[in-house]
């Protein structure tokens, strides 16, 4: 073996010893493991890069050289003065050309260095050569390109944003589109979390549905479905701020909180419904419209109500509400709120009123409101949506009465636009703003056979109409535009959830299903029959292992008492030979084995003379107790009667 420090104390790799080799029994051993002298290898890249750096400084010196013989070539520049002005800077240079060459490179050779304006933008090229490896690791080819100069992909990508900040329209993602089958019965509820990971759909079919769309594949199925509150539409579907709960809303009178998962976390108290002022009551006692999370308190949601009253709840506390608020009309009377909301900031509170108004109260003072519009909306219509923009200065509502109007909170007496003939033939038709807070997205409803439900665009500031989606041949009830996803979730009438996204303007979402195939559905996914695995039992207690799944399922199909198929219960009358199934009561059943009973007891002596011959043979009850007090029974015989042909008439009996 070779010593350690050996070729200027460089690491070695040495083979092994023969002697050890042949003791340890390993002969297969070739030549011994080379030298590897690391300063050798560092000077060597060293003088490669050195080289390589002078290679590119060399061509680009060339290419000054011609540009600057071109311009020598011109007849203003061609006087023998200004050449040979040239050629003697060219020789005062020559010295400090070679010096340079000397300190930069080691080697013989010198530099062929071109006149002075050449000279002097090869060292400007050096430096920043120098900076540019210190400061990108990318190296650019070529000369250096002109200070004006853009490229064309630039201009385009300019292009691309000013056109999308003048044409709005280009903002909407409605390129692709999925549909999610909820069931067949209205949407009338839908929900995303804040991250866009997961939608929650209810209906009227009382069904809530989770999707989740990093776990779905293309066949679009959700991953759980449920029913909160049993035989209630659902109102309402919205996650919390944290995206951790989910509030329920329902046709009942309590609200619920669910989990991610869906189970229940808490459900709000009932009030007591005859008690008239209802701020003394601790909960709602009528059924419930709409409802809402506190944008910034992540505990605290809002629920309005037919019994008149807006509430505001506590997560942590289900016994009792946290705040009361009363709308009131002209007069002062009662009205029902049909919708409500918190605004951005979660300090104001709206709602949407059956007489026409809207009326916003302060959070912390319930008593009088802060900004009131008593005719908004035409009274006795169900204004079925209020949301504040994300500035927080304005505020939409979808009206009952087929409209959609702007209001600035600020002067909230008339509204500052408004939409006509939207129609509206559900409760909870949504409205909502674009995440850049410039254009308003509603829906349109439709009778059965009476075309397509459509959703609308309008600018927020002109209210003019600049887009139009027809979704299905149903009315559109609720829509949603993701902020963080760009991507435009509809419910509709006849139950599908539709989301419409664009694979460059948007984000995960939609966008993760679609690229994943469908499982192939396996047709034997379970054993025939429990097979119990013990590897390390005795030959004698070991079980047959199944080869294959499959090839039993083929042997089972070829047996005619395994494959054959139960007789499917008889509903009706019967058919077949069968006879139907009569109610499960009590009362049928007995008519049913009195039918069957087919023992005939006309005469009831015959009926129990039947049982003689068997106790007198077999006596068990009552015989053994008086055997030997008990007489022996005597029969009377049975008279035969006399043939009535011989009596004279009169003896006769008359039927």
Not at 524 to 539: G, K, R, S
Request: contains cysteine; hydrophobic residues 30%.
């Amino acid at each position: 073996m070779e010593a350690p420090g050996a070729a200027g104390d460089t690491p070695t790799l040495a083979g092994p010893d023969p002697e050890l080799a042949a003791t340890m029994g390993f002969s297969g051993f070739g030549k011994k493991a080379r030298t590897f002298d690391l300063e050798a290898m560092f000077e060597q890249t060293r003088r490669t890069a050195v080289e390589r750096s002078r290679k590119i400084l060399e061509a680009r010196e060339r290419e000054k050289e011609d540009q600057a013989e071109k311009e020598l070539r011109c007849p203003h520049t061609d006087s023998p003065a200004s050449g040979s002005s040239a050629i003697g800077a060219g020789s005062a240079l020559t010295p400090r050309d070679t010096a340079c060459s000397e300190s930069e490179d080691s080697s013989d050779e010198e530099l062929t260095g071109p006149f002075v304006q050449s000279q002097t933008s090869a060292q400007g090229q050096i430096e920043n050569t120098d900076e540019e490896e210190e400061e990108d690791d990318e190296e650019f080819i070529g000369p250096p390109l002109p200070p004006g100069f853009k490229d064309s992909d630039d201009d385009h990508d300019d292009d691309d944003i000013q056109e999308e900040d003048n044409n709005p329209v280009k903002k909407i993602p409605d390129s692709h589109e999925i549909t999610l089958q909820h069931g067949t019965k209205t949407v009338s509820a839908l929900g995303l979390d804040p991250s866009g990971a997961r939608l929650v759909t209810g209906g009227y079919d009382y069904d809530v549905k989770f999707w989740d769309f990093a776990g779905m594949d293309a066949s679009l199925q959700a991953f759980r479905s449920l029913q909160p509150c049993e035989c209630h539409q659902i109102k309402s579907l919205q996650y919390s701020s944290t995206g951790d709960v989910i509030l329920v809303v329902s046709g009942n009178s309590q609200a619920k909180v669910l989990d991610r998962d869906g189970f229940p976390v808490m459900e709000c108290i009932k009030g007591d419904q005859y008690i008239v002022d209802m701020t003394n009551t601790k909960g709602h006692t009528a059924m419930l419209n709409s409802g809402c999370w506190h944008p910034k308190i992540k505990e605290e949601f809002l629920t309005c109500s037919n019994d008149g009253t807006v509430r505001t709840w506590d997560v942590n506390n289900e016994k009792k509400h946290k705040g009361v608020f009363k709308p009131r009309s002209v007069q002062g009377k009662r009205v029902i709120p049909t919708t409500c909301t918190y605004s951005r900031d979660g300090k104001l509170i709206a709602a949407g009123c059956q007489d026409g108004s809207i009326q916003i109260w302060d959070r912390n003072m319930s008593v009088h409101t802060k900004f009131h519009c008593r005719q908004a909306h035409a009274p006795g219509t169900d204004t079925s949506c209020l949301t504040f923009s994300y500035d927080g200065t304005a505020l939409a509502s979808r009206g009952g009465d087929d409209t959609l109007k702007i209001w600035d909170i600020r002067q909230f007496k008339k509204p500052l636009n408004s939409a006509e003939r939207l129609s509206s033939f559900f409760p909870m038709t949504d409205c909502c703003f674009s995440p850049d807070d410039k254009i308003l997205v509603t829906g349109t409803s439709v009778k059965k056979g009476g075309g397509s439900g459509k959703l609308f665009f309008f600018d927020r500031e002109t209210f003019q109409k600049l887009y139009e989606i027809e979704v299905t041949n149903a009315s559109v009830v609720r829509c949603l535009w993701h902020p963080k996803l760009n991507q435009i979730m509809v419910g509709t009438a006849n139950g599908l959830a539709k989301v419409y996204y664009d694979p460059i303007k948007s984000q995960r979402g939609a966008k993760l299903c679609v690229v994943k195939t469908k499982r192939k559905e396996r047709q034997a996914e379970t054993l025939t029959q429990d097979y119990i695995i013990t590897p390390h039992a005795l030959p004698m207690f070991r079980e047959p292992r199944q080869r294959s799944t499959r090839k039993q399922l083929e042997k089972d199909r070829l047996d005619p008492l395994k494959s054959h198929k139960p007789e499917p219960p008889v509903a009706g009358p019967g058919r077949g030979g069968r006879v139907g199934t009569h109610g499960g009561t009590l009362s049928s059943y007995i008519v049913k084995n009195i039918a069957l009973d087919k023992t005939d007891d006309s005469n009831p002596r015959e009926a129990i003379l039947r049982h003689a011959k068997e106790a007198e043979e077999n006596p068990y009850w009552v015989a053994p107790a008086y055997a030997k007090t008990q007489p022996k029974t005597v029969f009377a015989e049975v008279e035969q009667e006399d043939d009535e042909t011989d009596k004279p008439e009169w003896k006769k009996r008359k039927i």
